[in-house]
């Protein structure tokens, strides 16, 4: 069936250093594209998404790729942060039923 | 003031029982869901629903049901709890059609001895 999922379960950078987190998705039906962050002990957390007819969206600290040739995901961390350690999920929105289909999530750790 | 809250945090319980988890949005969306999340950080929808219709994550046994009293709750109930049903279980709401900018809820942790 359909499927979002990641290369890398953990990656470890250095602070200050940029992070590259990436993500397969082999729907490509879908309408967009999203990545979420989740801390310990908490719910998942919107961060950026870009529609499927854009290649590159940036935000704050933030840039999310779209190579649809490739049906490739990432999400770009600028000058990484302790704060942004967590765990990234990219996720997918068909447009129908009103449900996300969520990848298997990339832990992020922040060397000091 | 939370966005999305749940209750309770934790739950611990028998196999067998049946249980409740409540949830609430005060954020005035129009669309709610329930996700989870295995031991494998894996997320999964269960259920999204709005005032017009609920729509059902084939793979959701039926031991499971959302039930909404108003348009700001959307609880979980659980029927004969067993061990596989061990998770950490996440509300969230958006606006209508909006579910790629939910807000979740910062999850049950369920515990089926």
């Known amino acids: 069936g359909e499927s979002v999922g990641l290369h890398l379960p953990t990656l470890s950078v250095q602070e200050g250093d940029n992070s590259i987190i990436n993500c397969a998705y082999s729907?490509?039906?879908?309408?967009?594209f999203i990545w979420y962050k989740q801390e310990s002990g908490k719910g998942p957390q919107f961060i950026i998404d870009i529609r499927s007819n854009m290649d590159k969206r940036q935000g704050q600290r933030v840039t999310v790729l779209l190579n649809k040739t490739v049906k490739h995901l990432s999400l770009q961390i600028a000058a990484t942060q302790p704060g942004d350690s967590a765990v990234y999920f990219c996720a997918e929105d068909s447009g129908a039923g009103n449900m996300l289909t969520f990848g298997g999530g990339t832990r992020l750790m922040v060397k000091p | 003031d939370t966005a999305v809250s749940q209750t309770p945090k934790y739950l611990v319980t028998q196999m067998g029982n049946d249980k409740s988890i409540k949830c609430e949005q005060n954020?005035?969306?129009?669309?709610m869901y329930w996700y989870k999340q295995d031991s494998k950080k894996f997320l999964k929808i269960m259920f999204s629903?709005?005032?017009?219709?609920?729509?059902i994550n084939e793979t959701v046994p039926n031991r499971f049901s959302p039930k909404s009293p108003d348009k700001a709750h959307l609880n979980l109930h659980i029927n004969s709890l067993e061990l596989g049903d061990s998770a950490v279980y996440f509300c969230?709401?958006?606006?209508?059609?909006?579910?790629?900018?939910?807000?979740f809820g910062q999850g049950t942790r369920l515990t089926v001895v």
């Open positions: 729907n490509s039906a879908s309408d967009y």
């Open positions: 954020l005035g969306h129009d669309t």
């Open positions: 629903y709005n005032n017009k219709e609920l729509i």
């Open positions: 969230a709401s958006s606006q209508e059609g909006g579910a790629r900018r939910a807000f």
